[in-house]
């Protein structure tokens, strides 16, 4: 277990979902721990239930839109706690859904202003608090989304997108002052968002076209946060790293038609591949 003792931490989002995983995970590596986001009483619950599962370990919540740079500034200095910010964890995000030929403004100004806007916020506000105390570790969570279409998550995913890019930016600019900014790609994890707005049928889905055949958790987030966090990352910036049993990897249609001309039936059958690309379309039965 990466050892982050001593250090201080804010995660954005903490509340709930990816962020309640890195705010434990970060806990059980020693961190001081400050959640944030806009709903004081899911804040107020998280935190008594990191409290409970992590006892005599610092934890403390704030409120804060991550979209409002006074909140963002007053954020950082509580989880500073008089001294550096040594761990940022940018998670608080969300998304629109619509149709490219349907979506007004507002799909398009929610995603961007809260994905790409407030994040950045966090990261100017969290870097000129490490550049002061001799670095840091900024880790921003974007999605698979990022780089794969999803259809009627246009708005989201390109602000995924675009996040992701500003992460690599973010790490050359400041690498100057000993601050490393990566970000991680979830895949499906089915937070309490996905569970209340999604359907059996896109859960069924998006687990069978996960390689790794499972859905992830919050904890498998917040894992590879805590070692992004501390010295055994600390020649790792700029990098965008899928968290996602595979999901993020290309894939085309199987060739097995071909192959069966090649080999025979026989050695398809034994040798059988998944073909991710049919099992992505809903129709496909078991």
């Known amino acids: 277990m990466t050892e982050l003792t001593g250090r201080n931490t804010l995660v954005t989002g903490g509340?709930?979902?990816?962020?309640?995983?890195?705010?434990a995970q970060l806990l059980a590596a020693g961190a001081a721990v400050?959640?944030?986001g806009r709903r004081a009483d899911v804040l107020g619950a998280a935190a008594d239930r990191l409290r409970f599962s992590a006892p005599g370990e610092t934890i403390d919540a704030i409120v804060c839109d991550i979209t409002d740079e006074d909140q963002v500034?007053?954020?950082?200095?509580?989880?500073?706690?008089?001294?550096?910010l040594d761990v940022l964890v940018a998670n608080a995000g969300s998304g629109y859904p619509g149709a490219i030929l349907q979506m007004g403004p507002e799909a398009w100004d929610f995603c961007f202003r809260l994905n790409v806007t407030g994040t950045a916020l966090c990261i100017k506000q969290a870097g000129l608090v490490m550049k002061e105390h001799g670095g840091g570790s900024i880790v921003a969570i974007s999605s698979t989304s990022g780089t794969k279409v999803q259809p009627w998550?246009?708005?989201y995913a390109a602000s995924k997108a675009g996040l992701d890019m500003m992460v690599r930016c973010a790490a050359i600019e400041l690498a100057q002052h000993g601050i490393r900014v990566n970000s991680i790609q979830p895949g499906y994890v089915p937070t309490e968002v996905m569970v209340e707005h999604g359907s059996p049928e896109l859960d069924r889905?998006?687990?069978?076209?996960?390689?790794?055949?499972?859905?992830?958790?919050a904890d498998d987030v917040g894992r590879v946060v805590?070692?992004?966090?501390?010295?055994g990352a600390r020649w790792i910036t700029g990098q965008?790293?899928?968290?996602?049993?595979?999901l993020n990897v290309p894939v085309l249609p199987s060739m097995a038609p071909i192959a069966t001309g090649v080999y025979g039936e026989d050695v398809v059958r034994a040798f059988a591949l998944p073909d991710l690309i049919a099992l992505a379309n809903p129709a496909v039965e078991d």
């Open 205 to 217: 889905t998006l687990r069978r076209v996960t390689p790794v055949g499972h859905a992830g958790t």
């Open 34 to 36: 400050t959640i944030a």
């Open 240 to 246: 965008l790293i899928g968290v996602d049993g595979g």
């Open 153 to 155: 998550m246009a708005a």
């Open 73 to 84: 500034t007053r954020a950082v200095e509580a989880a500073a706690r008089g001294g550096n």
């Open 15 to 23: 509340g709930t979902g990816i962020g309640y995983g890195c705010a």
């Open 226 to 231: 805590v070692f992004l966090a501390g010295d």
